[in-house]
């Protein structure tokens, strides 16, 4: 994964999470498992690379707690 490729990953996970906040907002089900699979790929990308922004992975990180 380039340093741009892992940006738009980076930025593809943050709008899912966003997206899976609402589906578990209106308790929407289908939609969560409709994500699930898109967000478990992004995790998998971004994790085979070292990830130098921590600001970044906190706000991903404050997100992924929040939706849990």
Same mark, same amino acid.
């Given at each position: 994964? /380039?340093? $741009?490729?892992?940006?738009?990953? @980076?930025?593809?996970?943050?709008?899912?999470?966003?997206? =899976?906040? =609402? *589906?578990?907002?209106?308790?929407?089900?289908?939609?969560?498992?409709?994500?699930?699979?898109? +967000? =478990? *790929?992004?995790? =998998?990308?971004?994790? *085979?690379?070292? #990830? /130098?922004?921590? @600001? /970044?992975? #906190?706000?991903?990180?404050? $997100?992924? +707690?929040?939706?849990?």
């Amino acid at each position: 994964m /380039t340093a $741009k490729s892992n940006v738009v990953a @980076t930025e593809e996970l943050s709008e899912l999470l966003d997206a =899976e906040r =609402e *589906a578990l907002l209106k308790g929407d089900l289908e939609k969560l498992n409709a994500l699930l699979v898109s +967000k =478990e *790929a992004l995790i =998998e990308a971004m994790n *085979a690379v070292p #990830q /130098t922004d921590l @600001t /970044t992975m #906190q706000m991903l990180d404050g $997100k992924v +707690k929040r939706n849990q």
